[in-house]
């Protein structure tokens, strides 16, 4: 496997997981779906706010542990679109996903981020990326695996050194 279709590295600190946000940031397309693994305090929610802050968000950004979805306008080379973050954590079962409606984010124009993607399988849509996270001593381990096209295309774009 190459290393644009799989990139692992170690993130010794906060300032790591904020910095990998806003490579990705730079490296994010339209209809991506980005999906991130990881226990409770891994480091999701702030990899996911150190994203949306480099795509352009200004304001608050807060894990939408209760509300599931939480969406942020942005604008990727001049053109407005959504970047929706999930959490699905507190979902009881995948027919809530569908019953929410979500299905029809994942609609090739959206970005959509999730938390805990296993708790709406098999209803989810495919990942084009899949983001695992771990605590490794005082940082993170993290790995990227493209699992599609525009997954593979923006981790082939991604410039991200590791803090060494």
């Known amino acids: ?28 397309a339209p209809g991506l779906a980005i ?10 929610t702030a990899l996911t706010r150190a994203l949306l802050h480099a795509a352009g968000h200004t304001g ?9 979805s939480e969406p942020y306008s942005v604008q990727l ?22 019953d ?12 959509c981020i999730v938390e805990w993607p296993e708790k709406a399988d098999p209803v989810l849509p495919p990942a084009d990326i899949n983001i695992y996270l771990s605590v490794a ?7 990227l695996q493209g699992s599609s096209k525009l997954g593979l295309s923006c981790l082939q774009r991604l410039k991200f050194a590791p803090n060494l």
């Open 1 to 28: 496997m190459s290393t644009t279709e799989h990139f692992k590295a170690h993130l010794h600190d906060e300032a790591g997981t904020a910095a990998l946000g806003a490579a990705l940031a730079r490296a994010l």
């Open 35 to 44: 999906y991130l693994h990881g226990d409770l305090g891994a480091g999701k």
């Open 60 to 68: 608050h950004v807060k894990s939408p542990t209760y509300t599931l």
């Open 77 to 98: 080379d001049g053109q407005p679109l959504d970047i929706i973050h999930f959490d699905l954590y507190r979902m009881g079962s995948p027919e809530e996903f569908l």
């Open 100 to 111: 929410a409606g979500f299905r029809e984010d994942f609609n090739g124009h959206n970005i």
């Open 137 to 143: 001593g005082t940082g993170r381990d993290v790995e």
